[in-house]
């Protein structure tokens, strides 16, 4: 192995930074070069991308997105795309890809080394946390902290005005944030996609806080919960409860972001390991950190184990 390539893919997460870093300064310490590509998959198609030296990637790491730029590639998913990628990787003798990205980045990876042999190495860097085969996923922690600190604030707000308040947090198929955010920030209920919603429940819990004294609630939604996003589930609530509430979005704002600590480490620990599991030859694969211990995870895997919440939060939340 002599030349590698890095790119960042899908939604970004406060940490990618960091993690190229690490890839790119653990490639130069191993004798290897690297290329940044530019805007993800959309850039290895085009060809877009340049050698990265060690000065490249200083005073990155405490910054949010991504120097590289990411993407959703649409000419990824077909093979005449992967195709062209494969041909710009050839072009230059790049032997090996770390690729920074979530589920679906990880799928076109798979795709890229099945139809054309290229050594892909992923590494699970999305705010949902939703990637089985390793307990974090770079992002997560940060957007945690970022969507918790809105809530406390929001918190203020219904007291101050005795009200309900329905915060929405990102997680189109994933309950991690949310569920954590409810716990961290005392919220009065949670709605995610991993659980059945019971909205006359919700409903019944509120009116007895109310009945005791207990006049700011706060409930909090993933984007994807199967009842539907925070409008509609106020919507609900006031149809069959008479409940009024306001509703918060957070929205990006938790994609954005200084890193924290753990993102920072966590980032550095999986982009360094990265380029050592291209050089010890365990790519195509994910590199995780399970347990503390780095772990390799074939790339289906990572897909079709689904990633469990905590238990015993969800048991809190239900009963506290
Ligand atoms: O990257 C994950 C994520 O932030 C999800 O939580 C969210 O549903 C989605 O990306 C939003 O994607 P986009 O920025 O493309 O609208």
């Known amino acids: 192995m002599k030349k590698i390539a890095v790119l960042s893919s ?10 190229i870093r690490a890839t790119v300064r653990a490639s130069l310490s191993r004798g290897l070069s690297a290329y940044g590509v530019h ?12 050698l990265l030296d060690s000065r490249d990637v200083s005073n990155i790491l405490q910054h949010g997105g991504t120097i590289l730029h990411s993407a959703r590639s649409d000419r990824f998913l ?36 099945l139809e054309h042999g290229v050594q892909v190495v992923g590494v699970p860097a999305t705010i949902d946390n939703d990637i ?41 198929h994933a309950g991690f944030i949310a569920l954590e955010v409810a716990i961290g920030g005392g919220a009065e209920a949670v709605f995610i996609p991993e659980t059945p919603s ?28 199967e009842e539907g996003n925070a409008y509609t589930i106020a919507k609900k609530i006031e149809e069959s409860s008479g409940l009024k509430s306001r509703v918060t979005v957070l929205g990006h704002v938790q994609r954005g972001g200084s890193p924290t600590t753990s993102d920072r480490v966590l980032a550095t620990k999986l982009g360094w390991a990265a380029v050592d599991a291209l050089i010890e030859g365990c790519a195509p694969c994910m590199v995780g950190v399970e347990n503390g211990i780095i772990s390799h995870h074939p790339f289906p895997d990572t897909w079709l184990n689904r990633k469990q919440l905590d238990p015993l939060l969800l048991e809190i939340i239900q009963e506290m």
């Open 78 to 113: 077909v093979p005449e795309g992967r195709a062209a990628a494969a041909a710009s990787l050839a072009k230059r003798g790049i032997d090996g890809l770390v690729v920074f990205g979530g589920d679906g980045s990880f799928r076109g990876a798979h795709d890229l080394s």
């Open 39 to 50: 805007r993800g998959y959309e850039g290895l198609i085009d060809n877009n991308m340049r």
């Open 10 to 19: 899908g939604g970004d997460a406060p940490g990618m930074n960091a993690g």
């Open 132 to 172: 089985w085969g390793s307990d974090f996923t770079i992002g997560y922690d940060t957007a945690v902290n970022t969507a918790l600190s809105a809530l406390d604030k929001v918190r203020d707000t219904a007291a101050a005005h005795d009200r309900l308040f329905i915060v929405e947090v990102m997680g189109r």
């Open 198 to 225: 019971d909205i006359a429940g919700v409903c019944d819990k509120v009116r007895e806080r109310i009945a005791r004294g207990r006049t700011s609630n706060i409930l909090v939604v993933a984007e994807g919960d």
